[in-house]
């Protein structure tokens, strides 16, 4: 199977100068890290030099969003063929942007299938509210929100296109992490979920979610979760080339 895939999503954070600074410093404490793919998702001001900076790093960059047509009047929005061959990956469906921006269910599969359809590979990412898991709907609310992620697919994207990031939004920059037993159970679930509904099988299974350098050995060493989506953490070099080291040594071996 595939490497874990850790990946930093910096959010609206960093002027341009900084970023660049932050990603020579990620660079430079992640170094070449054996089994373990890293990606940093920077703001799209900051694509374009943190690119030359990860050159032959290794590290592949990635946008934490990205339009639903190639191009067009639709201003402000970058589309996936402005990223398509110097950046690796594109983020879509952060809860972010769903709960605070209005983004839908629908337009997020429309995103994911512009980006998989111009070369990108693409993070959906998914996840229940506060409230949904406590009416104990949290894998009704995953399940719907895969399956308008795949909608607009005529046939189901390769397992390489794409990873699925389970995020339970209370866990986002609030410090509560999910507990490694509840994280696993629904990125099981996810996995389960593709395979009876899509015939897809080895896609990767991300947690994000207040993961830090002290939390992720124990997330990593679940079954199903297949690395993380950081944001807080990295932030800072160190904290998040130690998530990076953790994913390289707790990962279960069977993967
Ligand atoms: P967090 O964010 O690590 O700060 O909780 C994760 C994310 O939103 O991807």
Known sequence: MTAPLVAGNWKMNTTVQEGIALATAIRDAVGKPGGVEVAILPPFTHLWPVHD???????????QDVFWETSGAYTGEISPTMLAGWCDLALVGHSERRHLLGET????G??????VSSGLRVIVAVGETESERDSGTTFAVVDRQLDAALAPFESPPAAESFVIAYEPVWAIGTGRTASPEQAQEVCRHIKEHLAAGFAITGVRVLYGGSVTADNAAVL??????DG????????NSDKFAAIVGAAATSSPPAR
């Open 228 to 235: 993380a989506l950081v944001g807080g953490a990295s932030l």
């Open 110 to 115: 429309r995103k994911f299938l512009c980006a």
């Open 105 to 108: 269910d629908a337009q997020v």
């Open 53 to 63: 900076v990860l050159e032959g790093s290794g590290i592949l960059l990635g946008a």
């Open 220 to 225: 990593f060493a679940e079954a199903d979760i």
